[in-house]
């Protein structure tokens, strides 16, 4: 009996696993980007030094579960991340990236304490003018940009967000856990990235991307406009809703 067959007899399930949890641990660290070819099968069965049996059922799952793509004749490459945010929620995108399996990280691009334009009133929906932070982030999925965020804070309704850097805690979570909304209003578009967001995103200019503004109120006073730019093809709205009465 060959080594190989005598391996794949006898353990051919611990190997499975180590074939699934070598490459698994690839994607989601961020070493395989999405798009990255995985070897190919015949590479694979030189590698673990196993039948094409073990390593295709390997493969197989990977695929099922949606880390990688299958193309005939072209390979396995892996998928780009599906994210799937609720319209309705003020969610947090570290949990939506960690349900994806993916590490999460948050690093602050730009950070501005400034008395309120008149665009920034309008955003806000201020009548009058007064101090306002603004704040630009970057949300990581693995070593990949998952979304950009562009941020206004109303500090006369939030005054201690002035004190906060925000430079590896994103404003949202911490807003959340400070101040009880009372309102919040969702505007979703669709629009060609620009030169600023292609570079933050890492994507190419005129690239498709979905955008989420979005709006809350305490009380009937402005607390933050927040803008999220995602690349279109890596994320999905969803929204869950029952009949109206009457």
């Given at each position: 009996m060959s080594t190989v067959e005598t391996v794949d007899a006898d353990s051919g399930g611990s190997l499975h696993q180590r074939i699934l949890s070598d490459i698994s641990e690839k994607i989601l660290s961020g070493a395989w980007a999405p798009g990255h070819r995985i070897p190919f099968e015949h590479e694979l069965t030189t590698e673990y030094n196993c039948s094409r049996m073990t390593v295709n059922k390997a493969l197989s799952q990977l695929a099922k579960a949606g880390l990688i793509e299958r193309r005939r004749r072209s390979g396995s490459f892996v998928?780009?991340?599906?994210?799937?945010?609720?319209?309705?929620?003020?969610?947090?995108?570290?949990?939506?990236?960690?349900?994806?399996?993916?590490?999460?990280?948050?690093?602050?691009?730009?950070?501005?304490?400034?008395?309120?334009?008149?665009?920034?009133?309008?955003?806000?929906?201020?009548?009058?003018?007064?101090?306002?932070?603004?704040?630009?982030g970057l949300h990581f999925a693995g070593e990949r940009p998952f979304a950009l965020e562009q941020r206004l804070i109303n500090l006369s309704a939030v005054p201690e967000a002035g004190n906060e850097e925000f430079r590896e805690i994103a404003a949202g979570p911490w807003l959340i856990g400070r101040v009880p909304w009372s309102e919040a209003e969702h505007r979703i578009r669709a629009m060609a990235a620009d030169e600023t967001v292609a570079d933050a995103l890492d994507i190419d200019p005129g690239a498709p991307c979905l955008v989420v503004e979005r709006r809350t109120w305490s009380a009937e006073h402005p607390v933050t406009h927040v803008r999220f730019v995602y690349p279109a093809e890596s994320h999905t709205l969803v929204a869950r809703f029952t009949p109206s009465q009457g």
């Open positions: 998928r780009q991340p599906q994210s799937q945010a609720a319209v309705l929620e003020l969610h947090d995108i570290r949990i939506e990236v960690e349900a994806l399996g993916l590490l999460y990280r948050y690093e602050r691009l730009e950070r501005l304490k400034r008395r309120s334009n008149a665009d920034d009133r309008a955003l806000l929906g201020l009548s009058a003018a007064g101090s306002v932070l603004w704040l630009e």
